[in-house]
């Protein structure tokens, strides 16, 4: 059974960090590329962040260029996305997704497995 699991969200003050994690297992996913999504209340789910599982490139989101990085731990298994200079416009539900085919930009509908999502929440 393929499974991505987040974690690491919680409540921070505005200019403060977290780093999120997706737990992937269940298949390989060599020639993937792996991202983050986030939706707020009200909002369309949008783009924030990709990185291809077998490489170094990475693919952000105007909105977080500079003060979020994806990575990748292909030992464990699991992809990062650490944030900093956090701004309440960033509060959402962040979704860890993964396209099999390796297709960018990642787009919600081509992403073949998802995670349930873990809350973030900036206050000001």
């Known amino acids: 059974q393929v499974q991505l699991v987040e974690s690491g969200g919680g409540l921070v003050q505005a200019g403060g960090s977290l780093r999120l994690s997706c737990a992937a297992s269940?298949?390989?996913?060599?020639?993937?590329?792996m991202g983050w999504f986030r939706q707020a209340p009200g909002k369309e789910r949008e783009f924030v962040a990709a990185?291809?599982?077998?490489?170094?490139?990475?693919y952000y989101a105007d909105s977080v260029k500079g003060r979020f990085t994806i990575s990748r731990d292909n030992a464990k298994n699991t992809v990062y996305l650490q944030m900093n200079s956090l701004k309440p416009e960033d509060t959402a539900v962040y979704y860890c997704?993964?396209?099999?085919?390796?297709?960018?930009?990642?787009?919600?509908?081509?992403?073949?497995?998802w995670g349930r999502g873990t809350q973030v929440t900036v206050s000001s």
């Open positions: 990185i291809y599982w077998s490489g170094t490139n990475t």
């Open positions: 269940g298949r390989t996913f060599s020639g993937s590329v």
């Open positions: 997704a993964a396209d099999l085919h390796g297709i960018l930009p990642m787009r919600p509908e081509r992403c073949e497995y």
